[in-house]
């Protein structure tokens, strides 16, 4: 044995009780993916968001936020998994949810209540934090796949002034449930406890009106960029080709889908 | 040891306790559809006038003095239950002789030491009865079937030793062993009339002849017919029940979760025993001022753990608490088959019932009924056409993967945001919303959408789908304008 081994094995030794395996790589696992549901963004996800972990997806309005979430829980709810939608603004579209073959009865919605008389954008605050409150019960619970956590009509002024000791207790919490934490925001607001930060913007604008036809609202087309992954030093592993870090991808209306 | 109480003539005892003034006079009781009613019971009086059970109500009617009354079966019913209880008094084992109304055979091994020997007791039960104003004879003898024999063909009380049951039913007549016409006539032509001479009679003999019913009718006459004894058992729902009345009122529920557990707790050990669980629980809290509150709590799965049948009690009463400091309380509880599943390795994760039942609990406090659930979506065109179910997800299974395209989900707006539209050639140019001037840059639409035309409930809308943009900022909504408010408003937005 070597002089730096015995040094090795005397320094783990002392600090066995504290630190095991002090000075030990720890081989990280590659960790369990859910597919999107979305072929060109699992394919620069590595296979899509990461289970036992937070999933940020931050943008402004109208970039896809809401298409992304619901096609990934329609793909976990069609795998005999539950989901939760913890919705702040009460603003889920449930024709939308069946539209995008999510299995509503596997599909848990928590609607958070607004008082009837003041604008939903006045009180932000009682509703987040029964949004966040409802969110730990449901992680302490455990036994769901994925939890999305739609704050995407929080203003960013509101959501980043949100703990940060809340994102580290889920951070834990989603970690020892397996679940997939899932935040849709205007702005990202989970910092380092998100594993994956995504963020979602406008592509090129698809006009309404094609080749002098009636103007039909048909899709758009969204873009996701990759900010963090924190898993991607065990993706490269699979992947010998460094992943891009963009992916563009289509979402049709119900009703250009029959045409 | 058995004892066995028989009211002979039941229906007409009924009869004379509820109308006293019949007692000295014959009458008869008729049964059936008008006019074929026929007489099913007649008083001593009236019998020895020459009335007997299966005239026509008109033969009744021929003999003078005689009063034709209907029978009620409800009075009938009130009596029995008298009886039951009296039983019930003298032994926790009873059985109903169904073959003879109102009669009753008691367990009574064991009683010595409450009612004294079995002379005593049958006394005893005997006079409990009389006091109730019934009369009954009452025998006592190790055979069931003895005791009912002896107790129909004996006026009073008979006590038989053990042994002896052949000998005490030999005098007896034949009609005491509740013969088919068809034997009795068969008895008759052979010129037996008391169960000691059917008792003499060869056994192999009489099979040879009457088949298995002679065998029956034989051991019967020797007091050794086998009975096994069913007793009548409380029916397990109705012991269901714990109650509490309170010293002084409460008006804190935490005081009462202790009350509750225990109660709780009782309620499943009765249930467990049975191997069962608990389906549902209702508690009924009486108030001071005379009112009552009631829940009840179901949960999806049944259960048979105390901690989180508490906490549902408790999540329940804390979202609907009584109005006022509670007096009394009471739990009902209703038993179901405990759930099992089957679990298996590579199924997909789901969050275990009882656990689930009580986050589902607690976000009901905490958001409202009507706001957790999962969405069942109504057969209607109408926005927001969905009612909220309870959150029940089926057993972990993989359904067929969609190869649909993504689709572009809509936020909705709740309640619909009311914004101002500048109209150009009656197609919206501009938009006015929450402080924010928008240019519409593309637009779709109108898209005329009604229902429910046929009543005051209907509606109507045009909508349109528009791409919004500000200097830095685009986004696609669909507005809609509704022709009876002459408003627009925002449906959604598109994301």
């Not at chain 1, 703990?163 to 989603?174: C, D, K, M, N, V």
């Not at chain 2, 706001?371 to 359904?399: C, W």
């Not at chain 2, 919004?468 to 598109?494: F, H, K, M």
Request: charged content about 25%; some cysteine; proline content about 6%.
């Amino acid at each position: 044995m070597s002089a730096s081994a015995a040094i090795r094995l005397q320094v783990e030794t002392a600090l066995a009780k504290r630190v095991p395996a002090a000075l030990t790589l720890k081989i990280k696992q590659a960790p369990e993916l859910f597919s999107t549901g979305i072929a060109e963004v699992d394919a620069v996800l590595g296979g899509g968001i990461p289970r036992g972990s937070i999933t940020e997806i931050a943008g402004a309005a109208s970039t896809g936020k809401t298409s992304f979430a619901l096609s990934s829980i329609a793909a976990i709810t069609q795998s005999g998994a539950a989901c939760a939608w913890v919705d702040v603004s009460d603003a889920l579209s449930p024709e939308s949810a069946a539209a995008a073959q999510v299995v509503m009865k596997r599909l848990l919605w928590l609607r958070m209540s607004s008082d009837r008389k003041k604008s939903v954008a006045d009180k932000p605050w009682s509703r987040l934090e029964q949004a966040l409150k409802a969110t730990d019960l449901l992680l302490q619970a455990g036994g769901f796949a994925a939890i999305v956590l739609d704050m995407s009509d929080v203003r960013p002024q509101d959501a980043t002034r949100i703990p940060l000791q809340h994102w580290y207790r889920f951070r834990l919490a989603a970690e020892h449930a397996r679940t997939a934490l899932v935040l849709l925001t205007q702005t990202p607001c989970a910092k380092s406890c998100s594993a994956l930060a995504l963020r979602s913007e406008p592509s090129s604008v698809q006009p309404f009106s094609r080749n002098g036809e009636t103007a039909l609202f048909e899709g758009q087309r969204y873009r996701l960029v990759r900010e963090r992954d924190r898993n991607e030093s065990s993706a490269l592993a699979l992947h010998l080709k460094k992943p891009s870090t963009r992916a563009e991808w289509n979402a049709e209306t119900p009703w250009s889908r029959v045409r | 040891m058995y004892a066995v109480l028989h009211p002979p003539n039941f229906a007409a005892q009924v009869a004379a306790q509820q109308r006293p003034e019949l007692r000295k006079r014959a009458f008869a009781l008729v049964d059936g559809e008008p006019p074929a009613e026929v007489v099913v019971a007649a008083n001593k009086a009236a019998r020895s006038c020459g009335v007997e059970a299966g005239m026509s109500r008109l033969q009744g009617e021929t003999f003078p003095g005689v009063i034709i009354l209907r029978r009620v079966q409800e009075d009938e019913l009130t009596a029995q239950a008298i009886l039951h209880t009296i039983a019930c008094m003298f032994s926790p084992r009873i059985e109903y002789v169904e073959s003879y109304a109102g009669t009753y055979a008691l367990d009574v091994r064991g009683m010595n030491g409450l009612f004294g020997d079995e002379t005593q007791l049958a006394n005893k039960l005997r006079q409990r009865i009389m006091t109730n104003g019934f009369l009954a004879n009452v025998a006592v003898a190790e055979n069931f079937d003895a005791a009912v024999c002896l107790a129909r063909g004996r006026t009073g009380v008979s006590i038989v030793p053990p042994g002896q049951e052949a000998d005490a039913l030999r005098d007896l007549p034949l009609h005491v062993l509740n013969l088919s016409e068809e034997h009795a006539e068969t008895f008759k032509a052979w010129g037996i009339r008391t169960c000691g001479q059917l008792a003499a009679l060869a056994e192999t003999d009489l099979i040879s002849r009457l088949g298995q019913a002679g065998r029956r009718l034989h051991a019967l006459a020797r007091g050794i017919s086998p009975h096994l004894m069913f007793p009548i058992e409380p029916r397990f729902e109705e012991s269901l029940v714990e109650r509490m009345e309170l010293d002084f009122p409460v008006d804190l529920l935490e005081p009462l979760l202790f009350l509750l557990a225990r109660m709780a707790d009782a309620l499943l050990e009765r249930v467990k025993s049975k191997a069962l669980a608990i389906g549902s629980v209702r508690v009924v809290l009486h108030l001071d001022g005379g009112k009552q509150h009631e829940r009840t709590v179901r949960p999806a799965l049944p259960l048979d753990d105390k901690p989180t049948l508490l906490k549902l009690l408790q999540l329940d009463l804390e979202t609907h608490p009584p109005s006022a400091a509670i007096l009394s309380l009471e739990l009902y509880a209703q038993s179901a088959a405990p759930h099992r599943a089957q679990h298996g390795l590579f199924l997909p994760q789901a969050p275990e019932p009882g656990r689930l039942e009580v986050v589902l609990a607690r976000l009901r406090k905490l958001l409202g009924e009507e706001r957790v659930g999962s969405v069942e979506l109504k057969d209607d065109h109408r926005p927001n056409a969905f009612r909220m179910v309870p959150f029940a997800p089926p057993p972990p299974k993989r359904t067929e993967q969609s190869s649909l395209s993504v689709i572009t989900a809509l936020r909705v707006c709740r309640p619909p945001q009311a914004v101002g539209v500048m109209l150009v050639g009656n197609t919206p140019s501009r938009v006015f919303w929450d402080g924010e001037r928008y240019s519409v840059r593309e637009v779709a639409g109108p898209w005329r959408v009604s229902g429910q035309w046929w009543s005051e409930a209907n509606w109507c809308r045009e909508e349109w789908d528009v791409r919004l943009g500000t200097q830095n900022a685009e986004r696609v909504c669909r507005i809609a304008y509704d022709p009876r408010s002459r408003c627009w408003y925002v449906q959604g937005t598109y994301d």
